[in-house]
């Protein structure tokens, strides 16, 4: 049975607007003018027990509401949510209770207290016993690398101390599902990597099932196998990251390091889409030409210095996803 | 009570640390307890009308409302303010707490803390001078009762207010309605007794009474003891209705929240 099941799931805001000017402020007085967005138009999808999720999309396409009614913070206009089984807006307590949740450009911590003294105080809200938090701290704390922080106010950590100590904070209760909006926000690449590495052995070693809504393609990369793309409110693709890649395109790159300065190089099957001094990169499509018959050729006809074939960027597929339902 | 004990116990322990604010406080209220006394001294001085109100008793209730001003719900509380600002309320609603009852207690913490960093060097002060006679045991007593009683319905009236900025966003508004309404109508400015007696019934019935007025005539002994457990009732059934009303816009403003960005 899957953990979290999202059927038909519509919201909109209402949201009151003013004409400019002081004449748009005196009318607003009389009567205001209010303007409907649709932040999630009938989305449905599933997820089962231990899976990674990559929820993306551009600024604005409803990850963030879709994760706040997942939470049962906020309540949809209709459509139907279940989160292990319940409603989470008609039992946000109990809901709430067994997730974790890391808004990354929002602080759960409280400002002024020490981080250990914030993690007592969540002990104590979520009543968990005292022996199976000093346990589940201690991991944290190990895992995290957060010894040397604990006695510090949040309000004078870094971003990415910060950062942690949120992610440790949204698992003292041992949630057995996380939702991470933005995680790596603004992080450092060290700081990055130690977010990955550690909601990655999350996933993987404690089965904690994860929806990451990012923007960042790193984070897709080397942590998703299955990738959701929404976009004004509604779904795009939904399936693993190989699929997404060949739905978008079948375009490959070989990236060739010629050993002349000023070699020139061409193929009837591949095109060439950069050069930068004397790495020439080239677009062919495997359906066309195998790439060990296009590298054959290249070889035998122009010095070469080092090749390779790769994957279009991430980065660039997801563009063309949101590119391609924009007029 | 776990969730809500803790949360208390937690804001406490902050709001004991801003000590700049404690001092300040303190100073600033020595300074406005100074003046109210004189003025009343020059009053009592001058006038020759019977008062309904011995001059001892005004002066203690005016050094107890200045030790015990920060029960009073003169504002939002602030953190909470800010976060329903900001957006930042969303954490608070993903903790698996009857929300209400955390604020409560939240508010409970603000009037305590404060209070009883001010309230005792100023107590000292004001015995050591001369300006407060203390009373008997059971006098003392009503007034700790009292007090208690004036914490639940202070905290009651800060929560309520703080959820009033679900509509209204900035707290400025209600804020000079309400707080200014209970600084004036709890006696810290005019001993209640001194106000019109056409007033005395509107002033009896509205809630702001039970935040100074009586732990105060309950110290001084304008009010005696016996009637104790009448003004403990009103506090208290003040206090409960407005936390049922603060519970319910609380759970309506719940359901139609807009959390907007990130």
């Known amino acids: ?27 607003g007085l009389a009567r205001r003018r209010y303007r409907t967005i649709t932040a999630l138009d009938r989305i449905s999808f599933s997820l089962e027990e231990g899976e990674l999720v990559g929820y993306i999309g551009p600024n604005g396409a409803g990850k963030s ?9 906020l309540v949809p206009d209709s459509g139907e949510v279940k989160v292990l089984g319940k409603t989470p807006w008609q039992n946000r307590v109990e809901t709430v209770r067994k997730l974790g949740v890391v808004f990354g450009q929002r602080t759960q911590l409280w400002w002024d207290l020490p981080v250990v003294e914030s993690f007592d105080l969540l002990r104590d809200i979520y009543r968990v016993p005292q022996a199976e938090h000093k346990r589940t701290r201690d991991e944290l704390i190990d895992l995290l690398d957060l010894a040397g922080l604990l006695d510090t106010p949040v309000r004078q950590l870094s971003l990415g101390q910060r950062m942690r100590c949120d992610l440790a904070a949204a698992l003292l209760h041992r949630p057995k599902i996380l939702y991470l909006d933005e995680p790596t926000i603004g992080l450092d690449a060290v700081s990055k990597l130690a977010v990955r590495d550690f909601v990655k052995k999350l996933n993987r070693e404690r089965g904690v099932t994860v929806i990451l809504t990012t923007h960042d393609m790193d984070d897709i990369e080397t942590l998703c196998e299955r990738v959701l793309v929404i976009n004004e ?27 002349d300065e000023d070699g020139q190089i061409s193929d009837p099957d591949a095109e060439i889409i950069a050069r930068e001094g004397r790495r020439v990169t080239l677009r062919f ?27 279009p960027p991430i980065e660039e597929i997801i563009a063309r996803v949101y590119g391609s339902i924009r007029p | 009570m776990r ?15 801003y000590r700049a604010a404690a001092v300040a406080g303190f100073s600033t209220q020595l300074f406005w307890g100074l003046i109210r006394m004189m003025i009343f001294v020059a009053f009592y001085e001058n006038t020759a009308i019977r008062s309904p109100m011995p001059r001892e008793h005004v002066i203690a209730y005016i050094w107890l409302g200045q030790a015990f001003l920060m029960l009073l719900p003169f504002r939002p509380d602030y953190e909470l303010e800010q976060m329903i600002r900001t957006g930042n309320i969303t954490s608070e609603l993903l903790r698996p707490v009857d929300l209400y009852s955390f604020w409560y207690s939240r508010g409970i913490a603000s009037r305590v803390a404060p209070t009883m960093l001010r309230s005792i060097p100023l107590l000292l002060i004001a015995s050591v001078a001369g300006w407060i006679f203390w009373p008997g045991l059971p006098s003392v007593l009503a007034c700790g009762a009292a007090l208690a009683g004036a914490v639940l319905l202070g905290s009651a009236l800060a929560t309520l207010m703080t959820i009033t900025m679900f509509w209204t966003i900035s707290g400025h508004g209600i804020s000079r309605l309400l707080g200014v309404s209970a600084y004036f109508l709890s006696g810290i400015v005019v001993p209640l007794p001194l106000f019109p007696d056409s007033l005395q019934p509107l002033l009896n019935a509205l809630p702001f009474r039970g935040l100074g007025d009586v732990p105060f005539r309950l110290f001084t002994g304008h009010m005696p003891v016996a009637e104790l457990p009448a003004a403990l009732a009103h506090q208290l059934a003040w206090a409960a209705g407005l936390a049922m009303i603060g519970w319910w816009m609380l759970s309506r403003a719940t359901r139609k929240l807009v959390i907007q960005g990130g």
């Open chain 2, 3 to 17: 969730p809500y004990f803790a949360m208390l116990s937690a804001r406490f322990r902050a709001l004991l640390q």
């Open chain 1, 65 to 73: 509401t879709t994760v706040k009614i997942l939470s049962g913070i």
């Open chain 1, 285 to 311: 499509y495997p359906k066309r030409v195998s790439p060990a018959e296009l590298i054959a050729r290249i070889t035998a006809r122009h010095e070469i210095h080092d090749l390779f074939v790769e994957n």
């Open chain 1, 1 to 27: 049975m899957p953990q979290i099941v999202v059927d038909n799931l519509v919201k909109t805001f209402r949201i009151a607007e003013r004409r400019p000017g002081i004449w748009g402020a005196l009318a």
């Open chain 1, 233 to 259: 409110g509604s779904i795009l693709t939904d399936g693993p990251l190989q699929d997404l890649r060949a739905a978008v395109t079948t375009e490959r790159r070989l990236i060739v390091d010629l050993l």
